[in-house]
């Protein structure tokens, strides 16, 4: 059974209700007349109308640090107000209360009480906040919340957790830890939601909003966990960095009176009593009197950064906000992907009777992409290869599929892929296990919240099974992982389907109970860890939070807004924090729109087969994979909306811009256009300029510093041979004439030429 109750009164608050008007009416004037942080926010503000109503709290305290000033509610806990370089904005809103969710074993129910300090100690910049939770006039549970300013910036955390017996903590909401409001001028919130690639919201014409919550994640922000507010005049960005943390953006109010906060839920346990989407197709589990309260076993932290002006370009903007987050993410694990073609080759499918594309054909794909891209260097990651196909056999890969060619022609064709500068790799999965295995054993796989096996879904005709990834790899994961280099040859780069898109998984095995902390950290990263004493960069799916500096390359990504209130504009929030940190694939767009894959700074993996229209291949590679490659390591330095045109400016004098009405687009690098109007004019490297076009016509390139006019060349480029063509030389620029979709390669001499022959 739940329990809610409201923020109600302190528990010190007196209940004669004459005593404690009185009280209350002193308490009032006593913060009017005398509460310094009230006479510094009117100094301040220069404008008592400007509380909204909201008066400083009767009982404050202050935290100081070299940049920051924070006044707190004693009563509440709660940050009321930030001062940064003699600007204000706010924390809590009037009726802002810290909450709990706490269990009671016996009569197994979950209540929600509201929460107020107990004790309040401060030293300097720092405040340790003691809390109780009382059932019935006995401490259930009680913690120390720790706020903790250093420079601009705040960090609140959660520690020393002490429950009774018969009582566990399992989760605290903190809301509004910082707001803004129409009435403090020009507000607005940044977003990226539940994925989406970044909104900007203008809270004068916002409608109400609350983060949603997903079905696999509930309030967690695995994308980016981080949102920002401000008016013209400050901003605060929140990054929530616990892994199972919430994240709280909302919007309220009517016309004139709207306002943005953000907040966080720390969460200590996995709430036993909820319900969970376990990804079987079927309604989703709740758990028992039986199900246990995993505790996360990382401390909950969140961190707010205040920021004026930070790039010094006059304005105050999300993008000052951004910029400062960006500075502290780490830098991409390794380059190894940085200049690859990668993508993946349909096997076999266990439903279909004969293979999307054989050994053979994988051969010849591999060769075609060679021969199209003046052999640029290729990951191929052979899917459907073990067993019946796609999604069978795991978790052993001992036996590969006869219809694709069996074990040596898999041998046989990755040793071919060196000649066509390509690494041949696999697909594998670790999160999925079918009963098809000769493997499987019960004993490593994770329970749901009631208990039972963890049953998932028929991916392919074979139902899966969800591996607890924490058990598993303390023994059977390394082991495998050796097999399986050893067996095939594997260097370099592996792709390991699931492993990121479900980032945080819990097991509710009562023998081995983990948390999706604790899968992560000694399950999911084990296997990063593992491949990496062979010297193989493992890859994944999806774009998720806890995998930055961890993974360099997932194949889907985050792009496109996130609908979260009306007046919305997108803007390239994760592509200017994760820029430096990883590459990713595409969002919910086509992967051969190329506006919105280098606008989101996507760079595709997509799925390639024997029947794939090599156009498409060259479309993708050329129209969006070389640009990305020439822009992607530059940071983003501005960004403005004119129109119905976005640009963005980067480091390296780089300006990318998309006009989202006629949908075009264009890459200027030092004053030239290298990209735009569905064509590409750019520099392979110092001896090679690439000419491409979805339409025939004539492309032009300014003539490098140092090449010979009379010694350069052209070949068109087919997937059987190379034809000479003629190339115009005026001015110092190189005009050639192309055709729709077929890549012209201009070398600085013959010799170049013959160096990217077969």
């Known amino acids: 059974m739940n329990h809610r109750a409201g923020c109600g009164k302190p528990p010190f608050y007196p209940e004669n209700g004459k005593k404690r008007i009185w009280i209350l009416l002193l308490c009032f004037f006593a913060g009017v007349f005398f509460n310094p942080a009230l006479a510094q926010r009117k100094r301040m503000d220069g404008s008592a109308d400007k509380q909204e109503n909201h008066l400083a709290p009767a009982d404050s305290f202050v935290l100081h640090s070299a940049d920051l000033r924070m006044i707190l509610d004693r009563l509440t806990g709660l940050p009321y107000m930030y001062y940064f370089n003699g600007t204000g904005i706010r924390g809590e809103n009037p009726d802002s209360c810290i909450t709990a969710i706490i269990c009671r074993s016996v009569s197994r129910s979950f209540l929600t009480l509201p929460l107020h300090p107990v004790s309040v100690k401060t030293i300097s910049g720092h405040a340790d906040l003691l809390f109780k939770a009382e059932d019935h006039g006995r401490t259930a549970v009680s913690f120390h919340l720790k706020y903790d300013l250093t420079g601009s910036s705040l960090i609140v955390s959660q520690q020393q957790i002490k429950e009774r017996s018969g009582y566990e903590l399992i989760e605290t909401s903190l809301p509004d830890l910082v707001s803004v409001r129409e009435a403090d001028g020009p507000g607005w919130v940044a977003d990226a939601g539940r994925g989406g690639g970044g909104t900007l919201v203008d809270l004068r014409n916002a409608a109400a909003y609350q983060s949603p919550e997903s079905g696999f994640f509930g309030k967690i922000g695995y994308v980016l966990p981080v949102a920002i507010v401000g008016t013209d005049k400050l901003a605060c960005a929140m990054e929530v960095s616990a892994f199972m943390d919430g994240m ?13 906060g953000m907040g966080t839920v720390q969460t200590y ?13 079927m309604s989703w589990i709740s758990g028992n009197s039986h199900t ?3 505790v996360v076993g990382q401390i909950s932290r969140c961190r707010l950064d205040f920021v004026g002006d930070f790039d010094h370009n006059g304005s105050v903007n999300w993008l000052d906000g951004a910029k400062l987050i960006a500075e502290r993410m780490p830098v991409i694990p390794t380059k190894y992907f ?43 990651f052979v899917s459907g290869w073990v ?10 890969e001992d036996k590969v599929n006869e219809s694709l060619g069996g074990y040596r022609g898999l041998l046989h064709l990755m040793k071919t892929g060196r000649n066509y500068n390509a690494n041949v790799s696999v697909n594998t999965n670790f999160d999925d296990a079918y009963r098809s295995s000769p493997l499987f054993d019960s004993s490593f796989i994770a329970r749901r919240p009631d ?26 994961g390394p082991q495998r992982i050796g097999y399986a280099v050893k067996r095939y040859g594997l260097h370099d780069a592996i792709l390991v389907d699931a492993l990121s898109w479900f980032a945080i998984r819990n097991d509710w095995d009562p023998a081995h109970p983990a948390s999706g902390y604790k899968n992560l950290i000694s399950g999911r990263y084990r296997i990063i860890t593992e491949f990496l004493k062979y010297g193989i960069h493992l890859s994944s799916e999806q774009l998720r939070y806890p ?5 360099a390359l997932s194949a889907d990504g985050a792009g496109g807004g996130d609908a979260f209130a009306s007046n919305k504009e997108m803007i390239p929030l994760i592509a200017t924090i994760y820029r430096k940190s990883a590459i990713w694939g595409s969002g919910d767009f086509p992967k051969n729109d190329v506006p919105d894959n280098l606008f989101w700074n996507c760079r595709p993996m997509p799925w390639f087969n024997d029947s794939t229209d090599r156009e498409s291949i060259t479309d993708l590679f050329y129209l969006t994979v070389l640009p990305y490659n020439r822009i992607h390591n530059h940071r983003v330095e501005s960004y403005k909306r004119i129109g119905d045109s976005s640009v963005i400016g980067l480091s390296g004098n780089i300006q990318m811009a998309v006009n989202w009405r006629n949908h075009d687009y264009a890459v200027v690098v030092n004053g030239i256009k290298i990209a735009g109007n569905e064509a590409t004019v750019c520099s392979l490297d110092s001896n090679r300029i690439a000419f491409y076009s979805r339409n025939s016509g004539q492309l032009t390139a300014e003539l490098p510093a140092g090449w010979n006019p009379d010694a350069l060349v052209a070949r068109v480029l087919t997937v059987d041979r190379r034809k000479p063509v003629r190339v ?26 013959d160096r990217h022959r077969p």
């Open 269 to 281: 346990r996995v709430h036993g009593g909820r319900y969970y989407n376990m990804n079987d197709g």
């Open 728 to 753: 115009e030389i005026r001015q110092n620029k190189i005009t050639v004439s192309v055709l729709p979709h077929q890549p012209v390669i201009v070398y600085r001499s013959e010799r170049e030429a």
């Open 248 to 260: 709280k953006v909302e919007i309220t109010g009517e016309n004139g009176h709207r306002q943005a």
């Open 547 to 551: 995998y930055i500096g961890k993974m």
């Open 387 to 396: 067993y019946d196909g796609q999604d069978t056999g795991y978790p052993s």
């Open 338 to 380: 940085n200049d690859k073609f990668v993508y993946l080759i349909a096997g076999k499918n266990k439903t279909e009777p004969e293979p999307r594309t054989t050994f053979a054909q994988s051969e010849k794909l591999i060769h075609d992409i060679a021969e199209l891209t003046d052999f640029a260097p290729q990951v191929a």
């Open 451 to 476: 208990g039972k096996i963890w049953k998932s879904r028929s991916w392919d005709a074979d139902t899966s099974y969800i591996v607890g990834m924490a058990k598993y790899m303390q023994r059977l």
């Open 292 to 294: 246990p309260n995993l």
